[in-house]
């Protein structure tokens, strides 16, 4: 099993922002993929970022591209997400997750770890 924690969300202005850290814990041994999925009120959870297991390759839902980036720390057992240019519409609860494969996925149900989530509130 793997434990995640998010950490890093909070309250920002239309146009700045934020950077969100996941701490990986427990069963770090194995090689996962990661990645970044978030849910807003009503609304679905849906795919943010992803990163493979060695962190070469990575991919972005095209509402972020540009904007975010994902990145890994294995050594760490940390995961990141730089949020610049922040939008209202980029409010949501975002998770942390992980799956059991080295190859990321895009498919938010295609994770089998999550975090309990961390509120990113952005204000016009």
């Known amino acids: 099993q793997v434990q995640l924690v998010e950490s890093g969300g909070g309250l920002v202005q239309a146009g700045g922002s934020l950077r969100l850290s996941c701490a990986a814990s427990?069963?770090?041994?194995?090689?996962?993929?990661m990645g970044w999925v978030r849910q807003a009120p009503g609304k679905e959870r849906e795919f943010v970022a992803a990163?493979?297991?060695?962190?070469?390759?990575?991919d972005y839902a095209d509402s972020v591209k540009g904007r975010f980036t994902i990145s890994r720390d294995n050594a760490k057992n940390a995961l990141y997400l730089q949020m610049n240019s922040l939008k209202p519409e980029d409010t949501a609860v975002y998770y942390c997750?992980?799956?059991?494969?080295?190859?990321?996925?895009?498919?938010?149900?295609?994770?089998?770890?999550w975090g309990q989530g961390t509120q990113v509130t952005v204000s016009s």
């Open positions: 990163i493979s297991w060695s962190g070469s390759t990575t």
């Open positions: 997750a992980g799956r059991k494969s080295r190859i990321m996925s895009t498919n938010a149900k295609q994770y089998d770890y």
């Open positions: 427990g069963r770090t041994d194995s090689s996962y993929a």
